[in-house]
Every structure is written in C-alpha cells, then in structure tokens.
C-alpha cells in the first residue's frame, strides 16, 4: 500500500447501537480522510464477548443515512484471527512475550503496595521472572494465562513512548508488560488493532481522545513487529448532561432516537457539524464541499457537552 495515499479507517464495536458521540467521530475520521483525497475504511473490532450479530447492519445503515460512504467492504477482525496468530508466534520466537497467571485482583494489590517500582496503573512484573517450575506449577492450578509484551530487557521497568499527535501534540505515556493475548486465547485489542493497521495499509487513525492513553503501546508495539506506526488524531468525546461519557441513558443519542422525534438525518448531521464548529449543509450531498473545505486546526479541543431536547423545553 502507498504510503503517500491516506488511509483512514472506523473501527467500532457492534455492541450496540452507535449513539451521537460514535457518528461524530465517524464523521470526522471521514472527513479527515476525504479531505486528503484518500481512502476510508470500515473494520469492525468485534473480539468482544458483547458482540450482538443484528448491530453489524444497524450500524453500517446508520452511518450510510448520514451520508457517510467507505472503501471496498468492511471487515471483522473475528475473520482474521490467523493475522494476530501469526504476530504473537513472531513476538514469541524472539522471546517478547511471557506467560501471566495473575488475576486483576492480584496486579491490583501489587501495584497498590508502597514503594513499589511501578507508575500507577503499569503491571508490576509479577510473571516476568518465572523458573519454568513455577509456571508449571501455576498452570497445574487450572488458571489459564495470558501472554504479556516483555517490554526492555532488564526487569519490568516501564519504558516511556512518545507520539505525535495532530490535533493534540505529542504526549508521552507509559508502556508496561501490556497483555497481547488474553487468557481465553483471544488476541487483545492492543495487538489486533495494530496487526489490522499495518495489513489494511492504514496511515492515519482518528479516534476518541479516550484512547489517547493506549497509542504509545500500540507504536511500541509497530515498532517491535517492523510496522510504520499511523498518523494520530485523536478528538474530544461528547459528553452528556452531567458531564460523563454519553450514554443512552441521557435521553436520544442514537440516530434511531432522533427519527421517532421526527427529526431527518440532516438534521442530525447538521447537529453534528454545528458541535464542530463547522457549517451546516444544505443537503447531504454537501457533505463532500465540507470535506473539500475542512480544516482540522478550527476544530474543537474540548469536549461537547451534549443535551437532550426535551432540556430545551
């Protein structure tokens, strides 16, 4: 794939229905792609146990009746798990993975303890330095493990990685042992979604800027696999009335919801450019001038704090 070309993507979870904060960043990770002149892909990130088969549809006609289109058909990462296969034997053989037996509970209580050698949050190393007696020892107790990023070469020091964001400059986070497999055998997000990157040639991620904290693993972990890391874009979330991420529990947040109060998609789009700070269109077929004119340095920094209609009463 070209690098020169951008390729972007949107990735949700079919867990549900995607409320107004997953269309907005939908739009913009389309309208940054559209703007380059490039690509814009779908892939469906849905490794999840809360997968429900009927949100595949639902989201794919929600995001089309907005007037948003994609590249070629969209993907499930449940079909390609031989990818992830592959990368976790390639992290095996070079010995950067080991086996972790610990519960959440336990990593907890090891990373609460004083004096500890780990930043808040960072797994503390607890598996790295097992004798192969002690793994035996651990599988014999039923408890099957994970598999954990061995991340540098002496002891679990956290090593620190610094990205270059475009709406947000460069932020540096912490990189543990972070896990690539989970206990069940599923591949863990971190993993998949940079395996997914590289093979669907994508050059530029837009996202929430809730997943600002994980992109410092994710290019750790390109560079190890010999992956040219993404583009980042990360955005504000919309928040609902009293300031938490929206849920549905703050009135209508689903296109579905904004059609029984007799709204058009239209309106709903122009909800989402107006929040923006972004003209409104005419029809939904402007939404292709917007992509010629957008200019991400006038977005928003901050959050959109969103309220249900029936507050404007």
């Not at 099957?144 to 990685?161: F, H, N, Q």
């Not at 964001?165 to 989970?182: E, K, P």
């Not at 940079?194 to 904290?213: F, N, S």
């Given at each position: 794939?070209?690098?020169?070309?951008?390729?972007?993507r949107w990735?949700?979870?079919?867990?549900?229905?995607?409320?107004?904060?997953?269309?907005?960043?939908?739009?913009?990770?389309?309208?940054?792609?559209?703007?380059?002149?490039?690509r814009?892909?779908w892939?469906?990130?849905?490794?999840?146990?809360?997968?429900?088969?009927?949100?595949?549809?639902?989201?794919?006609?929600?995001?089309?009746?907005?007037?948003?289109?994609?590249?070629?058909?969209?993907?499930?990462?449940?079909?390609?798990?031989?990818?992830?296969?592959?990368?976790?034997?390639?992290?095996?053989?070079?010995?950067?993975t080991?086996e972790?037996?610990?519960?959440?509970?336990?990593?907890?209580?090891?990373?609460?303890?004083?004096?500890?050698?780990?930043?808040?949050?960072?797994?503390?190393?607890?598996?790295r330095?097992?004798?192969?007696?002690?793994?035996?020892?651990?599988?014999g107790?039923?408890?099957?493990?994970?598999?954990?990023?061995?991340?540098?070469?002496?002891?679990?020091?956290?090593?620190?990685?610094?990205?270059?964001?475009?709406?947000?400059?460069?932020?540096?986070?912490?990189?543990?042992?972070?896990?690539?497999?989970?206990?069940?055998?599923?591949?863990?997000?971190?993993?998949?979604?940079?395996?997914?990157?590289?093979?669907?040639?994508?050059?530029?991620?837009?996202?929430?800027?809730?997943?600002?904290?994980?992109?410092?693993?994710?290019?750790?972990?390109?560079?190890?696999?010999?992956?040219?890391?993404?583009?980042y874009?990360?955005v504000?979330?919309?928040?609902?009335?009293?300031?938490?991420?929206?849920?549905?529990?703050?009135?209508?947040?689903?296109?579905?919801?904004?059609?029984?109060?007799?709204?058009?998609?239209?309106?709903?789009?122009?909800?989402?450019?107006?929040?923006?700070?972004?003209?409104?269109?005419?029809?939904?077929?402007?939404?292709?001038?917007?992509?010629?004119?957008?200019?991400?340095?006038?977005?928003?920094?901050?959050?959109?704090?969103?309220?249900?209609?029936?507050?404007?009463?």
């Open positions: 794939m070209r690098r020169d070309l951008t390729v972007g990735a949700p979870s079919p867990t549900g229905d995607l409320h107004l904060g997953n269309l907005r960043t939908a739009l913009l990770a389309w309208l940054f792609a559209r703007s380059a002149g490039g814009f892909l892939r469906f990130e849905d490794l999840d146990g809360a997968v429900r088969p009927q949100f595949y549809d639902s989201q794919l006609r929600d995001v089309a009746a907005l007037g948003l289109d994609w590249d070629g058909e969209p993907v499930r990462q449940s079909e390609r798990l031989d990818l992830y296969r592959d990368a976790i034997a390639d992290l095996r053989r070079r010995d950067l080991y972790c037996f610990c519960t959440r509970r336990e990593i907890a209580e090891a990373a609460a303890a004083p004096h500890g050698p780990s930043p808040e949050g960072a797994y503390p190393g607890t598996c330095h097992l004798t192969p007696a002690e793994r035996e020892q651990r599988r107790s039923g408890r099957p493990p994970a598999l954990r990023l061995r991340v540098g070469s002496d002891g679990p020091e956290p090593t620190e990685v610094t990205v270059v964001d475009r709406q947000l400059s460069a932020y540096t986070g912490t990189v543990d042992d972070f896990v690539i497999q989970r206990g069940d055998g599923t591949p863990a997000y971190n993993l998949a979604v940079v395996v997914d990157d590289a093979a669907q040639g994508i050059t530029e991620i837009v996202r929430g800027d809730d997943l600002l904290p994980s992109s410092p693993r994710q290019a750790h972990l390109a560079q190890l696999l010999g992956i040219e890391p993404p583009s874009a990360h504000p979330l919309v928040l609902g009335p009293v300031g938490r991420r929206l849920a549905k529990r703050d009135g209508a947040v689903t296109l579905q919801d904004r059609l029984a109060l007799g709204e058009t998609p239209l309106d709903v789009v122009n909800l989402l450019l107006t929040s923006l700070k972004l003209d409104p269109v005419m029809s939904l077929d402007g939404l292709a001038e917007t992509a010629q004119h957008f200019d991400p340095a006038v977005l928003p920094r901050g959050p959109w704090v969103y309220e249900p209609p029936a507050l404007h009463a």
